[in-house]
C-alpha cells in the first residue's frame, strides 16, 4: 500500500466553495470492460455504444496470453471504431501497439508513462491511476500523460480497493489543471452527479453498466450527465 500523499490532506473548505468550470468540455462516459468479453459481449457493447454518447471504452482483461486477448479485442475495437469510440487497452503497452489501440490505461505497477510515450507515439492516449493521490497526479502529468484517473470513490466489487478519495481532489484537479480526470470505482447513476459537479471529466464505470440492462444504464447516466 503506498504511502500517504506527501502534498498532505486537501483543505476541506476548497470542496465546499468549488464551482464547476463551465467552460471545461461536458464530462463524458468511459466505459470499463468486464473480465469476461466472449460469447455475446461484442453484442452488448454494441447496444451500449448504441444506447448514447460514449468517449471511450477500455479492454480490460486478466490472466490470457497476448495472442488470445488480441483476438478477443479485435471485434471490440472495430465496435468501437464504428462508434467512433476511443478504444484503450489496459496494463499492456505492447498489446496497444499490436492492436494500433487509440490508447493505454496504466496502473503504477505497470510502468513508466514516458516509456510508453517513446513506443505508442504522440497520438496514443496515455492515462494513469492515481488513486488518492495528487502527487502521483501532478508527476502523471508531468509525464506527459492525456488523462489522470482517481478512485475508487465508492465500493465496488470489480477490483481490490486500498484508496477511497474524497470527490474535492476532483475539484482540486480541474480547478489548477487543463488535464483531464477520470473518476473511477463504483460509480453508478445514482451516485455519480456529485462526481461531476465536483469537476471529472470523464466518469468510468463496469459493473453498473454490465451487471444488468447495458443499454438501460448508459441512457441512466447520460440523463445524469445530461442535467449538469
Request: some cysteine.
Amino acid at each position: 500500500m503506498e504511502a500517504e500523499d506527501p502534498l498532505g490532506p486537501l483543505d476541506p473548505d476548497f470542496a465546499a466553495n468549488f464551482t464547476r468550470d463551465q467552460r471545461r468540455p461536458p464530462c463524458q462516459l468511459y466505459l470499463v470492460s468486464p473480465l469476461g468479453v466472449g460469447g455475446d459481449f461484442p453484442d452488448r457493447l454494441r447496444r451500449a455504444l448504441d444506447a448514447g454518447p460514449v468517449a471511450a471504452f477500455q479492454f480490460r482483461v486478466k490472466d490470457i496470453d497476448q495472442h488470445a486477448a488480441a483476438r478477443l479485442a479485435e471485434p471490440l475495437q472495430a465496435i468501437c471504431a464504428a462508434h467512433e469510440v476511443a478504444f484503450i487497452v489496459n496494463d499492456s503497452v505492447s498489446l496497444a501497439k499490436r492492436l494500433g489501440a487509440d490508447g493505454v490505461h496504466l496502473g503504477q505497477e505497470d510502468g513508466d508513462p514516458r516509456a510508453a510515450r517513446e513506443v505508442l507515439g504522440p497520438d496514443v492516449q496515455i492515462g494513469v491511476t492515481c488513486h488518492d493521490s495528487r502527487h502521483l497526479a501532478m508527476g502523471a502529468g508531468e509525464a506527459g500523460v492525456d488523462y489522470v484517473a482517481f478512485g475508487a470513490f465508492f465500493p465496488t466489487t470489480t477490483k481490490a480497493v486500498e484508496h477511497r478519495p474524497d470527490p474535492s481532489i476532483l475539484s482540486w484537479w480541474s480547478a489548477l489543471f487543463e488535464l483531464p480526470s477520470v473518476a473511477i470505482g463504483g460509480i453508478t447513476p445514482g451516485n455519480a452527479r456529485p462526481l461531476v459537479d465536483a469537476g471529472a471529466d470523464f466518469l468510468a464505470m463496469s459493473g453498473s453498466l454490465w451487471g444488468g440492462d447495458e443499454a438501460a444504464a448508459v441512457r441512466a447516466f447520460a440523463e445524469v450527465l445530461g442535467g449538469r
